[in-house]
């Protein structure tokens, strides 16, 4: 990263949408002491403000106030360690950036970087590196599981862990290194078994940290899943029994489908890449048919956890109608029986459009097929890249861990043969360099650069 870190950033850390409320975030040493002179008009009242959160008025347009609250944390008792603020302002978007540029304006700040914002809470010791890059899968959770898992690693879960590993280890240490300053035969040199149990506290430490990162990565990994959500009648079932060739009960009468079904998709893998499955369940709709209909309903709703929505749409209805959004989940609309008389109305494609990619599908003669492929293809590889920095971070911590592992039990095994002092301080060394790398006390730069660079502008 090029650009010093003497000065003060600023990005978006909110989605560049529309919205009740929009955050801009600044972060820079000494931010709290600049030119008062160069704020944009309502805010030098409060920019050198004690801690806490103010109210103030900026001026957008001539004669057009806009109001908005600035949430002041001065460094270092702070997210990044240094002087932050945060402006709170009413998210519209054109006003949002009118403002960014005002600040951008200001000597001595300029935009954030990718991750910049993370980066200098591990620069600055307020996050180590395992806790950085649980930010990074906070951000990507897809869903209230994963969120947890990473939200447990961003509070210190696993920096727990390490930090009662190093305690004992470093506890083992000093008493090793006692003994090596004596001559042999003198009343400090230790007996096989006295750092026994630091070993043993140290062991089981990076067992528990193992334990819970696979855990991890087996909660993150697996195949790539679509749900098809549609309201009944739509055509999932049809469309969800070509795609797998799994046999299912299609009718028309409402109500039909009551469990999940799934199936993966027979697509040629060499060809397509991953594993797809698909689910199919019941259609959704304000009035159920009956109560089994209902209870169905809000079980499939409870179940839903997809990388990829197909909302599935009649093509030939003209009251069709949009199921509710599944939040924080890709789409594409499919739009099905395009083999029959085309009778949705203008107003449903636009609605259709704003959701996602929409492409228009026959499950009768399979046209419009190889175009749901492509379009499924991207999302895949979308979500690929966003797990990419994920498994690089899981790779490193496996390995950090079984590193540190391997050297306790080595050192565990001399000590109980006595006599080897040397060689067990040698591997008591080992296993602290490896957890000093897994919190980010040795990481070379350029694995920084790639783990940040990840990140989206406003963490």
Same mark, same amino acid.
């Given at each position: 990263m090029?650009?010093?870190?003497?000065?003060?950033?600023?990005?978006?850390?909110?989605?560049?949408?529309?919205?009740?409320?929009?955050?801009?975030?600044?972060s820079?040493?000494?931010?709290?002491?600049?030119?008062?002179?160069?704020?944009?008009?309502?805010?030098?009242?409060?920019?050198?403000?004690?801690?806490?959160?103010?109210e103030?008025?900026?001026?957008?347009?001539?004669?057009?106030?806009?109001?908005?609250?600035?949430?002041?944390?001065?460094?270092?008792?702070?997210?990044?360690?240094?002087?932050?603020i945060?402006? $709170?302002?009413?998210?519209?978007?054109?006003?949002?950036?009118?403002?960014?540029?005002?600040?951008?304006?200001?000597?001595?700040?300029?935009?954030?970087?990718?991750?910049?914002?993370?980066?200098?809470?591990?620069?600055?010791?307020v996050?180590?590196?395992?806790?950085?890059?649980?930010?990074?899968?906070?951000?990507q @959770?897809?869903?209230?599981?994963?969120?947890?898992?990473?939200?447990?690693?961003?509070?210190?879960?696993?920096?727990?862990?390490?930090?009662?590993?190093?305690?004992?280890l470093?506890?083992?240490?000093?008493?090793?290194?006692?003994?090596?300053?004596?001559e042999?035969?003198?009343?400090?040199?230790?007996?096989?078994?006295?750092?026994?149990?630091?070993?043993?506290?140290?062991?089981a430490?990076?067992?528990?940290?193992?334990?819970g990162?696979?855990?991890?990565?087996?909660?993150?990994?697996?195949?790539?899943?679509?749900?098809?959500?549609?309201?009944?009648?739509?055509?999932?079932?049809?469309?969800?029994?070509?795609?797998?060739?799994?046999?299912?009960?299609?009718?028309?009468?409402?109500?039909?489908?009551?469990?999940?079904?799934?199936?993966?998709?027979?697509?040629d893998?060499?060809?397509?890449?991953?594993?797809?499955?698909?689910?199919?369940?019941?259609?959704?709709?304000?009035?159920? @048919?009956?109560?089994?209909?209902?209870?169905?309903?809000?079980?499939?709703?409870?179940?839903?956890r997809?990388?990829?929505?197909?909302?599935?749409?009649?093509? @030939?209805?003209?009251?069709?109608?949009?199921?509710?959004?599944?939040?924080?989940?890709?789409?594409?609309?499919?739009?099905?029986?395009?083999?029959?008389?085309?009778?949705?109305?203008?107003s449903?494609?636009?609605?259709a459009?704003?959701?996602?990619?929409?492409?228009?599908?026959?499950?009768?003669?399979?046209?419009?097929?190889?175009?749901?492929?492509?379009?499924t293809?991207?999302?895949?590889?979308?979500?690929?890249?966003?797990?990419?920095?994920?498994?690089?971070?899981?790779?490193?911590y496996?390995?950090?861990?079984?590193?540190?592992?391997?050297?306790?039990?080595?050192?565990?095994?001399?000590?109980?043969?006595?006599? $080897?002092?040397d060689?067990?301080?040698?591997?008591?060394?080992?296993?602290?360099?490896?957890?000093?790398?897994?919190?980010?006390?040795?990481?070379?730069e350029?694995?920084?650069d790639?783990?940040?660079?990840?990140?989206?502008?406003?963490?």
């Amino acid at each position: 990263m090029q650009d010093s870190r003497r000065d003060a950033i600023v990005a978006l850390a909110t989605p560049p949408l529309a919205a009740e409320r929009a955050v801009l975030r600044l972060s820079g040493p000494g931010l709290l002491s600049l030119d008062s002179r160069a704020l944009p008009g309502g805010l030098a009242a409060v920019w050198a403000a004690e801690r806490g959160v103010h109210e103030f008025q900026w001026e957008w347009l001539p004669g057009l106030n806009l109001p908005g609250e600035a949430w002041v944390f001065p460094g270092p008792r702070s997210a990044t360690g240094e002087d932050v603020i945060e402006l $709170h302002v009413p998210g519209s978007l054109p006003a949002v950036r009118a403002l960014e540029s005002e600040l951008l304006r200001i000597p001595g700040v300029r935009a954030a970087q990718a991750g910049e914002f993370t980066r200098r809470a591990f620069l600055n010791g307020v996050l180590d590196l395992t806790q950085a890059e649980a930010v990074l899968r906070l951000v990507q @959770s897809r869903d209230a599981a994963e969120a947890r898992a990473a939200a447990a690693v961003l509070a210190g879960a696993l920096g727990s862990e390490l930090q009662q590993a190093r305690a004992a280890l470093a506890e083992a240490m000093v008493q090793i290194e006692a003994g090596l300053d004596f001559e042999e035969g003198d009343s400090q040199d230790l007996q096989p078994g006295e750092i026994e149990h630091h070993l043993e506290q140290a062991a089981a430490a990076l067992r528990r940290g193992q334990s819970g990162e696979q855990e991890r990565t087996m909660r993150e990994s697996g195949v790539f899943r679509i749900g098809l959500v549609g309201t009944p009648n739509a055509g999932k079932t049809a469309l969800y029994s070509r795609l797998t060739g799994a046999a299912a009960l299609i009718a028309d009468e409402r109500g039909t489908t009551r469990d999940r079904l799934e199936a993966v998709w027979q697509r040629d893998a060499a060809e397509h890449g991953p594993r797809v499955l698909l689910a199919d369940g019941p259609g959704r709709s304000q009035e159920p @048919s009956d109560a089994r209909d209902a209870a169905a309903q809000l079980r499939a709703r409870q179940a839903d956890r997809f990388d990829l929505i197909w909302y599935v749409v009649d093509s @030939s209805d003209p009251q069709a109608e949009l199921t509710e959004l599944v939040p924080a989940t890709p789409a594409v609309v499919v739009l099905t029986k395009r083999d029959l008389q085309r009778e949705i109305p203008e107003s449903m494609l636009r609605q259709a459009e704003a959701r996602g990619p929409v492409v228009w599908v026959s499950s009768f003669d399979g046209s419009g097929i190889d175009e749901l492929e492509k379009e499924t293809q991207a999302a895949e590889q979308a979500l690929s890249a966003d797990r990419a920095a994920g498994a690089r971070a899981s790779q490193r911590y496996q390995a950090a861990l079984l590193t540190g592992l391997e050297a306790v039990e080595a050192a565990a095994a001399l000590d109980a043969l006595g006599g $080897h002092q040397d060689l067990v301080a040698e591997e008591l060394r080992r296993a602290l360099a490896a957890i000093a790398e897994l919190v980010g006390e040795f990481t070379p730069e350029d694995l920084l650069d790639q783990l940040f660079s990840s990140f989206c502008v406003g963490k």
